[in-house]
């Protein structure tokens, strides 16, 4: 059984290599355990949170595509590299108009120039980043606050 309402967290391409990848940049901790954390969090603010991940952007597109059939109240999305490239998938993001947070584990402010700008953060409710996992939570928590009444 579903909780109400639905939030999904979408994660762009290389976040699956957590925990080996760059460890000193994103840090130890595992997709699968930020997504672990996610769904317990959320299931505290009664909420259910769907996690899904992709290294392909169409992939990606064609989950928001969904969200509208599927009844998604919020989606917290953490682009990764195509931060910097994806209009597709910022459009993606507009054409659904369902409120998200987009979200960075590192701060992406002190990292190369070219992660500085964002093709989403204008679209976002919020921006979180440098939080490392702590900032899906935090998103999470965010989301509970924006919708309306959702423990009904």
Request: proline share 5%; hydrophobic share 45%; with cysteine.
């Amino acid at each position: 059984m579903s909780l109400s309402p639905l939030i999904w967290v979408l994660h762009g391409p290389n976040l699956n290599r957590l925990g080996a990848r760059e460890p000193e940049i994103y840090g130890a901790t595992t997709l699968e355990q930020i997504n672990q954390m996610v769904a317990s969090r959320a299931k505290a603010l009664g909420m259910d949170a769907d996690c899904f991940q992709s290294n392909h952007e169409g992939a990606l597109i064609e989950r928001v595509h969904q969200a509208t059939s599927a009844s998604v109240k919020f989606m917290v999305i953490n682009p990764a590299g195509l931060t910097h490239t994806s209009v597709a998938l910022r459009d993606a993001m507009a054409s659904v108009a369902i409120p998200f947070v987009e979200v960075h584990l590192s701060n992406v402010h002190r990292r190369e120039p070219f992660r500085h700008h964002s093709y989403f953060s204008d679209l976002a409710e919020a921006v979180i980043c440098g939080l490392g996992p702590q900032g899906y939570l935090a998103a999470i928590e965010f989301a509970a606050q924006r919708i309306p009444q959702h423990r009904g």
